[in-house]
Every structure is written in structure tokens, then in C-alpha cells.
Nanobody, 123 residues
Framework: QVQLVESGGGLVQAGGSLRLSCAASGRTVSSYFMGWFRQAPGKEREFVAAITRSGSSTYYANSVKGRFTISRDNAENMVYLQMNSLKPEDTAVYYC????????????????WGQGTQVTVSS
């Protein structure tokens, strides 16, 4: 199995940028299809972005398309989420997740989760 630890969250003004990192340990991250999810207070956990094992394909929620970029470095066992043009509605706890499946956009399709990192965007 794999252990995931997120970092890089914080407080940023609207229009700003943050880069989230997800460090994997245990089994190599290249074995997994990886995703980022987020959960705001009182809301369900929602899909943000995902990336195939090789990094050749990426997928995004409509709400973040064109603003966020998911990437991975399998040699370093890392996954990243570059977030630009942040909006107050992006405020949430962001989670890195791994699945043994070949694809996944729903939280229940993922087997392993990090503890989350808080992102707060002020207006």
C-alpha cells in the first residue's frame, strides 16, 4: 500500500496561486492512478483533478479547468496540483488520493488518502 502526505496549503488572496504537493511513501506512486479532491465545510468531497500512471493524460472538474494543473514525478514519488487564479469558492481542504483502478472521478473509487491540506482564498 501507499502512504500519502499533502503540503503546500495556506491563505492566499483571490487571483493568487498555490502549489500543492503530495508525497508518497511505501509502494511507488507510479503504480496508481492519482487524484486530487477537495471538501468545503458542509459540502461533499468533490473531484478536482486526476492523472494517469504515466502522466500522459489528465482530467479536471469543469470548475477548475484552465486554472489548475495536475502533474506527477514518478521518480520522486510526488504528485502536484498547481492552482492559479484562485477564487474564494476554491476554499476547502484538499486531499491527495490513489486508486488501483485505471480511472476514477468519484471519491469512493480511491483506495488511499492523505490527511488533507487547508486552502483558504480571501476575497
Amino acid at each position: 500500500q501507499v502512504q500519502l502526505v499533502e503540503s503546500g496549503g495556506g491563505l492566499v488572496q483571490a487571483g493568487g496561486s498555490l502549489r500543492l504537493s503530495c508525497a508518497a511513501s511505501g509502494r511507488t506512486v507510479s503504480s496508481y492512478f492519482m487524484g486530487w479532491f477537495r471538501q468545503a465545510p458542509g459540502k461533499e468531497r468533490e473531484f478536482v483533478a486526476a492523472i494517469t500512471r504515466s502522466g500522459s493524460s489528465t482530467y479536471y472538474a469543469n470548475s477548475v479547468k484552465g486554472r489548475f494543473t495536475i502533474s506527477r514525478d514518478n521518480a520522486e514519488n510526488m504528485v502536484y496540483l498547481q492552482m492559479n487564479s484562485l477564487k474564494p469558492e476554491d476554499t476547502a481542504v484538499y486531499y491527495c488520493a490513489a486508486t488501483r483502478n485505471d480511472y476514477g472521478r468519484s471519491w469512493y473509487e480511491y483506495n488511499y488518502w492523505g490527511q488533507g491540506t487547508q486552502v483558504t482564498v480571501s476575497s
